[in-house]
């Protein structure tokens, strides 16, 4: 991933230093279970630990020579170790290093995001607090619909993150799994108890049942639990696009000191941040279809995962951590604006209020087709008419008029009748 999008706690997680460091991890664990089983000498166990170290340049130059990366890395590690490296990755396959060595790192990475998917869960529960009586227009097809409140729509965005921490965390479980059987995981050249032991050391359980390759469902798991989430993201990010615009204005992205919307328009003030994130779930969109199609692999395996591995696993990890920093600092500084909402919910003299009356009309003995159709007739007298006022039109018509009076007809346009039960959506999430 380009260091734009690369947050240092992440990024370091998936530097090559890193990746070669986890393989010698799984390497040497592997030496440990063989040793502990009498399989190997102790003493070269313990010079192997005492020596075993890599250069990430040298990898790749015997790399350019060998054309096989795990080689290379073997080869390098035995320069540090000497006669002792003649134990290290004895009846493995390079898949045993591979598959292990990078579920490790996506069970770290999930130890970070998840910490920061906790942060955007109590930045968004926050503002759902200070705005759990700040009405404005709910919205459907982009139109005008019936009042809610802010808080009711952040409500809406906890419940589905509070869902993708246990997405997550279902994706760690699913992840935590590594492999030591050897070419095409039979176990033909390295005894069952060396992987139960080498997985008991690294955190993880032994799969089940190994080809030559972890199986890649569980890696589609992981990048489509992380696409689900920038997914999320994309959805708060558009609805903030949208109530930014500047005929509706009722949140806006923090604008700092000092900072410019255009090059050439001194005025604008764009939701630049929320359209980098909408951008960036595309590209986390397009990895998770990457991790499906992995799942088909020749046989007992191939490598066509690979190649495209390298990128998607890093980068969808780095691409999703970055995003969630981003939304949670948008969230936290959201600026909002109770007076655009309530301008806005009453455009038209309350066109929003159309169900209210309708429903009073019913209650007092009207023919249900015949209220709708006086009310949907005034309603659109008043939309998009300057100077329209649906409330005066209703109280100066005469059918209206003979059932509803000044006062039932005023209760008719009382938004806290929409807000009533919204009581029991903030106690579910403890808003």
Same mark, same amino acid.
């Given at each position: 991933?380009?260091?734009?999008?690369? %947050?240092?706690?992440?990024?370091?997680?998936?530097?090559?230093?890193?990746?070669?460091?986890?393989?010698?991890? &799984?390497?040497?664990?592997?030496?440990?279970?063989?040793?502990?089983?009498?399989?190997?000498?102790?003493?070269?166990?313990?010079?192997?630990?005492?020596?075993?170290?890599?250069?990430? $340049?040298? *990898?790749?130059?015997?790399?350019?020579?060998?054309?096989?990366?795990?080689?290379?890395?073997?080869?390098?590690?035995?320069?540090?170790?000497?006669?002792?490296?003649?134990?290290?990755?004895?009846?493995?396959?390079?898949?045993?290093?591979?598959?292990?060595?990078?579920? =490790? +790192?996506?069970?770290? /990475?999930?130890?970070?995001? =998840?910490?920061? =998917?906790?942060?955007?869960?109590?930045?968004?529960?926050?503002?759902?607090?200070?705005?759990?009586?700040?009405?404005?227009?709910?919205? /459907?097809? !982009?139109?005008?619909?019936?009042?809610?409140?802010?808080?009711?729509?952040?409500?809406?965005?906890?419940?589905?993150?509070?869902?993708?921490?246990?997405?997550?965390?279902?994706?760690? $479980?699913?992840?935590? &799994?590594?492999? *030591?059987?050897?070419?095409?995981?039979?176990?033909?050249?390295?005894?069952?108890?060396?992987?139960?032991?080498?997985?008991?050391?690294?955190?993880?359980?032994?799969?089940?049942?190994?080809?030559?390759?972890? /199986?890649?469902?569980?890696?589609?798991?992981?990048?489509?639990?992380?696409?689900?989430?920038?997914?999320?993201?994309?959805?708060?990010?558009?609805?903030?696009?949208?109530?930014?615009?500047?005929?509706?204005?009722?949140?806006?992205?923090?604008?700092?000191?000092?900072?410019?919307?255009?090059?050439?328009?001194?005025? $604008?003030?764009?939701?630049?941040?929320?359209?980098?994130?909408?951008?960036?779930?595309?590209?986390?969109?397009?990895?998770?279809?990457?991790?499906?199609?992995?799942?088909?692999?020749?046989?007992?395996?191939?490598?066509?995962?690979?190649?495209?591995?390298?990128?998607?696993?890093?980068?969808?990890?780095?691409?999703?951590?970055?995003?969630?920093?981003?939304?949670?600092?948008?969230?936290?500084?959201?600026?909002?604006?109770?007076?655009?909402?309530?301008?806005?919910?009453?455009?038209? !003299?309350?066109? *929003?209020?159309?169900?209210?009356?309708?429903?009073?009309?019913?209650?007092?003995?009207?023919?249900?087709?015949?209220?709708?159709?006086?009310?949907?007739? %005034?309603?659109?007298?008043?939309?998009?008419?300057? !100077?329209?006022?649906? $409330?005066?039109?209703? /109280? +100066?018509?005469?059918?209206?008029?003979?059932? %509803?009076?000044?006062?039932?007809?005023?209760?008719?346009?009382?938004?806290?009748?929409?807000?009533?039960? %919204?009581?029991?959506?903030?106690?579910?999430?403890? *808003?």
């Amino acid at each position: 991933m380009i260091e734009r999008y690369t %947050l240092p706690e992440m990024g370091d997680l998936w530097t090559d230093e890193n990746k070669f460091r986890t393989w010698l991890q &799984v390497e040497i664990a592997v030496c440990e279970a063989q040793a502990e089983l009498g399989k190997i000498p102790a003493d070269a166990v313990a010079t192997i630990k005492a020596k075993a170290n890599f250069d990430v $340049k040298r *990898i790749l130059e015997i790399e350019a020579e060998v054309k096989h990366d795990v080689i290379a890395f073997l080869t390098n590690v035995n320069e540090y170790v000497g006669e002792a490296g003649r134990y290290i990755h004895l009846g493995m396959t390079s898949s045993d290093v591979l598959d292990t060595a990078i579920a =490790l +790192q996506m069970v770290s /990475s999930l130890d970070i995001l =998840l910490p920061q =998917l906790e942060n955007l869960i109590q930045a968004i529960r926050y503002q759902a607090q200070q705005h759990r009586q700040t009405v404005m227009v709910g919205r /459907s097809h !982009g139109i005008h619909a019936e009042p809610i409140t802010l808080g009711f729509k952040l409500a809406g965005w906890l419940a589905e993150m509070m869902r993708h921490r246990d997405r997550l965390l279902a994706a760690q $479980k699913e992840v935590a &799994v590594g492999q *030591i059987s050897g070419a095409v995981g039979t176990y033909a050249n390295i005894d069952p108890q060396i992987e139960c032991l080498t997985c008991q050391k690294l955190g993880l359980q032994p799969e089940a049942a190994s080809t030559q390759v972890i /199986s890649r469902d569980r890696h589609a798991f992981y990048l489509n639990a992380l696409a689900l989430v920038a997914a999320s993201i994309e959805r708060f990010a558009v609805e903030i696009r949208n109530l930014q615009r500047t005929d509706v204005l009722e949140v806006e992205e923090f604008f700092s000191k000092g900072q410019k919307g255009s090059s050439a328009m001194p005025h $604008k003030r764009n939701p630049i941040r929320s359209e980098r994130l909408t951008g960036l779930a595309r590209v986390v969109r397009g990895y998770a279809m990457t991790g499906l199609e992995n799942v088909a692999l020749w046989h007992e395996r191939d490598i066509s995962h690979s190649s495209a591995e390298r990128v998607v696993i890093p980068d969808a990890a780095i691409l999703t951590h970055f995003m969630l920093v981003e939304i949670t600092d948008l969230v936290k500084h959201l600026q909002v604006y109770p007076e655009n909402m309530k301008r806005n919910m009453n455009l038209y !003299g309350g066109v *929003i209020f159309s169900q209210s009356v309708l429903l009073a009309l019913v209650d007092k003995g009207m023919v249900r087709e015949e209220a709708y159709a006086i009310v949907q007739t %005034l309603a659109h007298q008043a939309w998009n008419k300057e !100077g329209g006022d649906f $409330k005066a039109a209703l /109280s +100066q018509d005469p059918q209206v008029q003979k059932r %509803l009076s000044a006062e039932e007809l005023d209760h008719c346009f009382d938004p806290s009748r929409h807000l009533q039960n %919204l009581d029991q959506v903030y106690q579910r999430l403890d *808003i």
